[in-house]
Each structure stands twice: as structure tokens, then as C-alpha cells.
């Protein structure tokens, strides 16, 4: 298992469109093959930064998502929106508790 851990920076108007384009399309990443959990984090501290936690069977799994149709429409959607350029980790957990 892999998790993918993106950092958005978005516009402060812009947020409240993020939120319903996320809330729109959750399900159907949730669903797409080899995903096992997605999480939309906020920063209580600063509202405009947000992050999505998502969990793939393999790493496999994770780029035949980034090359479908649905990421890049729901990508170039979502870009449209930042502040900042967006960072990304893709990592694995080597400890759980």
C-alpha cells in the first residue's frame, strides 16, 4: 500500500468551489480501481490550504489513476483555482500503531 499526500494552496474565493467540486467527485475517486481510503483535509489555521489523503494498492494503481480522463478534467478543474503550486508526496507507512 502507497499514500499520496497532496498539498493545495487555493484563492480565498475559490475555496468554497473547490469544497463542492471535491464533494461532487469523492466518490468516484474513492471508486476508481485500487483506491482503498481518501481523506480532504483543511489547516485550521489557514483555511485556503488544503490536502487530500488517499490510499492505493500499489503504486500501479495510483498512475493508471493520474492518466485517466476523470483525473485530468478533475486536475485541470482544481488547478484553475490555486494560490500556490501544489506539492505532493507519495509515500509509504513504514510503522503503524
Known amino acids: 500500500m502507497i499514500i499520496r499526500i497532496v498539498k493545495m494552496v487555493f484563492r480565498e474565493e475559490e475555496i468554497e468551489s473547490f469544497q463542492h467540486l471535491f464533494a461532487e467527485r469523492k466518490s468516484l475517486i474513492r471508486n476508481f480501481e485500487g483506491c482503498t481510503h481518501l481523506e480532504l483535509w483543511q489547516d ?6 488544503f490536502f487530500t489523503c488517499s490510499w492505493w494498492d500499489t503504486e500501479a494503481h495510483l498512475d493508471q489513476y493520474r492518466a485517466s480522463h476523470f483525473f485530468d478534467d478533475t486536475w485541470s478543474q482544481t488547478k484553475q483555482k490555486f494560490a500556490a503550486k501544489p506539492e505532493a508526496w507519495t509515500v509509504q507507512a513504514l510503522h503503524a500503531l
Open 44 to 49: 485550521k489555521t489557514y483555511p485556503q490550504i
